[in-house]
Antibody, heavy 121, light 108 residues
């Protein structure tokens, strides 16, 4: 059974850093595109970043480019998101999501339960 | 960057048919994907590709598209279908993904 389990969320001050993790099970994470999608309180879904299957090309939303870095550790079957220079508008539930294919198609057949990141002083 | 536009709210009487739409330039090149999200839960994939349902999604859910508009149709809406529905697709670059703003479906 495919599962995704996020961790690493919490309260951080503006300008601070946080690293999110997403442990995958039941599938080989490096064979599929995997993404981070966030949802601010009471708002809609926002795509954040993707790492493609295979070669691991990475892409970012303009709102986080230069501040966030997506990566994966194949030996641990785990996806990461290093978040630096955090701002109040980064406050959201962050979901990791597995794509059905290796490319960044945005067809997410499995989602984690989400981890809340709160940026506040 | 590309944008996808959805009506913020739609309502349907129990057992009737409802169509939720998603408009955007990227839909002329890429299929829309549809997700259902209930309060406090992660989104669930309901329609992808031309009109494909993952295992476990009832056949009352279907998808279609015409030009730059994609539609999710629920034929015979049930009380449990009350939720937020989001569309997404690749953007015009092909490497990014864009979500619509979501449609809150109320089943009366």
């Amino acid at each position: 059974e495919v599962e995704l389990l996020e961790s690493g969320g919490g309260l951080v001050q503006p300008g601070g850093s946080l690293r999110l993790s997403c442990a995958g099970s039941g599938f080989t994470l490096s064979n599929y595109a995997t993404s981070w999608v966030r949802q601010a309180p009471g708002k809609g879904l926002e795509w954040v970043s993707v790492i493609s299957g295979g070669g691991g090309s990475t892409y970012y939303a303009d709102s986080v480019k230069g501040r966030f870095t997506i990566s994966r550790d194949s030996s641990k079957n785990t996806l990461y998101m290093q978040m630096n220079s955090l701002r109040a508008d980064d406050t959201a539930v962050y979901y990791c999501a597995k794509d059905r294919t290796g490319g960044p198609a945005g067809v997410y057949d499995y989602w984690g339960q989400g981890t809340l990141v709160t940026v506040s002083s | 960057s590309s944008e996808l536009t959805q009506d913020p709210a739609v309502s349907v009487a129990l057992g009737q048919t409802v169509r939720i739409t998603c408009q955007g330039d990227s839909l002329g090149s890429y299929y829309a994907t549809w997700y259902q999200q209930k309060p406090g839960q992660a989104p669930v994939l309901v329609i992808y590709g031309e009109n494909n349902r993952p295992s476990g999604i009832p056949d009352r859910f279907s998808g279609s598209s015409s030009g730059n508009t994609a539609s999710l149709t629920i034929t015979g809406a049930q009380a449990e279908d009350e939720a937020d529905y989001y569309c997404n697709s690749r953007d015009n670059s092909g490497n990014h993904v864009v979500f619509g703003g979501g449609t809150k479906l109320t089943v009366l």
